[in-house]
């Protein structure tokens, strides 16, 4: 297949192929988070599915920033890319590798040192606090190849090739859940198995795709290069940091609202985490789905083929719309069954109640979030960076504030009453930023 499809397909056909084998290979690695937490919740206990899920909030902020790092280099590398500067974009593959593995080892030192204070400040209850401390330990020695393997990932996708990040997701994935259950059911690791299993699995699969992405690099004719540019490190940091946040909100705001779901005790918290699981399977498609707009956008300005952009974003709009039907007929006919995966037949009342509200209650709402994410994925691929920050600034607000304000006097259901709400304004605000056109001048090409 041409490697610049993005540019030369019809839209709606460079989008799915673009974001099929991206949506699948997401989906795996929500598999292995989920077999995480299905394995420990019916061979280890309903506390430590609970330990995991308090630990949830806190390493998703890590994995955000990863991926929002990786997507704000890789918007850079695709305009480079769709305008044929290859000896440019290879200057910022090189700037991205080496500015995220610092960053990474240094989100490493301070997740080790502090991660059992910000448990404890989290409201963590008591009887998970222990089992969730040794799960953290273990993980934050695993940030760097964490780091490494979304970033490759990130600029696999920038240059076209998003089935070969899919490959290592479904080797990383099966490898990692045949060593939770070897680990957890014949070693007796308990948490720390899994903990164990997520870092060897991601090690391997990181290792392998940087080998992998060097000999794709190869292929294409670049000049020589140096390791650092501090130029393309200050453009990608401009696309970057927004593209973390906006890729964090979600995570920083359950980080937040943590101590309102804790304040419940391990039973509701057991069950919140057991939602928040399929939650995230339910957003990998919108999330696909953004990331490829991104993509899509990026090349298309790249090679000044601006009047594709909108038609792709209507593509996308209408991709939204077909996935938001289909989640919110699963959750409905299929909540129950859903928690029973994590809890099994023995889970508490409080627990499976408080999982199947989520469900049923969040699950009318997801077009909203795909929505959301499509213009955002726009934006960023424009490098129209500032209102997209605002609306993500304005989704994190909203949902801390009501959750922290209200969930104590109206009960722990506030908690997912904010969600569609942000998600609303955070659509909204982008939405109208889009509609003003200003993200068709941001991208500058010098030799255009």
């Known amino acids: 297949m041409q490697s610049d499809y993005l540019v030369q397909k019809k839209p709606i056909h460079a989008l799915l192929i673009f974001c099929l084998p991206m949506i699948l290979g997401n989906l795996f690695q929500q598999t292995y988070?989920?077999?995480?937490?299905?394995?420990?919740?019916?061979?280890?206990?309903?506390?430590?599915?609970?330990?995991?899920?308090?630990?949830?909030?806190?390493?998703n902020i890590f994995i955000c920033v990863a991926i929002g790092g990786g997507m704000g280099a890789s918007v850079v590398v695709s305009q480079y890319f769709g305008a044929k500067r290859f000896t440019e974009m290879k200057q910022a593959v090189f700037t991205a590798f080496l500015s995220f593995l610092l960053i990474s080892v240094l989100l490493g030192g301070v997740g080790l040192l502090f991660g059992d204070n910000i448990m404890v400040l989290l409201n963590t209850p008591e009887d998970v606090l222990d089992m969730s401390?040794?799960?953290?330990?273990?993980?934050?020695?695993?940030?760097?190849?964490?780091?490494?393997?979304?970033?490759?990932?990130?600029?696999?996708?920038?240059?076209?090739?998003?089935?070969?990040?899919?490959?290592?997701?479904?080797?990383?994935?099966?490898?990692?859940?045949?060593?939770?259950?070897?680990?957890?059911?014949?070693?007796?690791?308990?948490?720390?198995?899994?903990?164990?299993?997520?870092?060897?699995?991601?090690?391997?699969?990181?290792?392998?795709?940087?080998?992998?992405?060097?000999?794709?690099?190869?292929?294409?004719?670049?000049?020589?290069?140096?390791?650092?540019?501090?130029?393309?490190?200050?453009?990608?940091?401009?696309?970057?940091?927004?593209?973390?946040?906006?890729?964090?909100?979600?995570?920083?705001?359950?980080?937040?609202?943590?101590?309102?779901?804790?304040?419940?005790?391990?039973?509701?918290?057991?069950?919140?985490?057991?939602?928040?699981?399929?939650?995230?399977?339910?957003?990998?498609?919108?999330?696909?789905?953004?990331?490829?707009?991104?993509?899509?956008?990026?090349?298309?300005?790249?090679?000044?083929?601006?009047?594709?952009?909108?038609?792709?974003?209507?593509?996308?709009?209408?991709?939204?719309?077909?996935?938001?039907?289909?989640?919110?007929?699963?959750?409905?006919?299929?909540?129950?069954?859903?928690?029973?995966?994590?809890?099994?037949?023995?889970?508490?009342?409080?627990a499976i109640s408080t999982g199947e509200s989520y469900l049923k209650f969040i699950g009318w709402f997801f077009c909203l979030i795909g929505f959301k994410m499509a213009v955002d994925g726009l934006l960023r691929g424009a490098g129209d960076m500032k209102m997209f920050t605002v609306a993500n600034l304005v989704n994190l607000s909203i949902r801390v504030i009501l959750s922290i304000t209200l969930a104590p006097t109206v009960g722990i259901a506030m908690v997912w009453y904010a969600v569609p709400i942000g998600w609303f304004a955070n659509w909204l605000i982008s939405f109208l930023e889009y509609r003003t056109g200003k993200w068709r001048y941001v991208y500058k090409d010098e030799k255009k």
């Open 33 to 59: 988070t989920m077999a995480d937490s299905a394995i420990v919740g019916r061979f280890v206990g309903e506390q430590a599915l609970a330990a995991v899920g308090a630990s949830y909030s806190l390493t």
């Open 133 to 350: 401390v040794e799960y953290l330990k273990i993980y934050f020695l695993g940030l760097p190849f964490l780091f490494m393997y979304n970033v490759l990932s990130a600029m696999f996708n920038a240059l076209g090739k998003s089935r070969i990040p899919l490959c290592f997701l479904i080797f990383s994935s099966v490898f990692n859940i045949l060593l939770d259950i070897v680990l957890v059911t014949q070693f007796h690791m308990g948490i720390a198995g899994v903990a164990w299993a997520t870092l060897i699995a991601q090690g391997i699969s990181a290792v392998l795709s940087f080998f992998v992405f060097l000999r794709e690099l190869k292929k294409l004719k670049c000049g020589r290069t140096g390791l650092f540019d501090r130029q393309e490190f200050v453009g990608m940091t401009k696309i970057a940091l927004p593209s973390i946040l906006q890729q964090s909100t979600v995570s920083i705001g359950m980080m937040l609202v943590q101590s309102v779901v804790n304040s419940f005790g391990s039973q509701a918290l057991a069950g919140f985490s057991a939602g928040m699981r399929i939650e995230s399977i339910c957003i990998v498609p919108m999330a696909g789905i953004g990331n490829a707009v991104s993509s899509y956008t990026a090349q298309n300005i790249g090679a000044h083929r601006k009047e594709r952009v909108v038609e792709g974003y209507h593509a996308a709009n209408w991709m939204v719309a077909v996935c938001a039907v289909v989640l919110c007929v699963v959750l409905e006919l299929f909540h129950y069954q859903l928690i029973a995966l994590f809890l099994g037949e023995d889970g508490t009342a409080a």
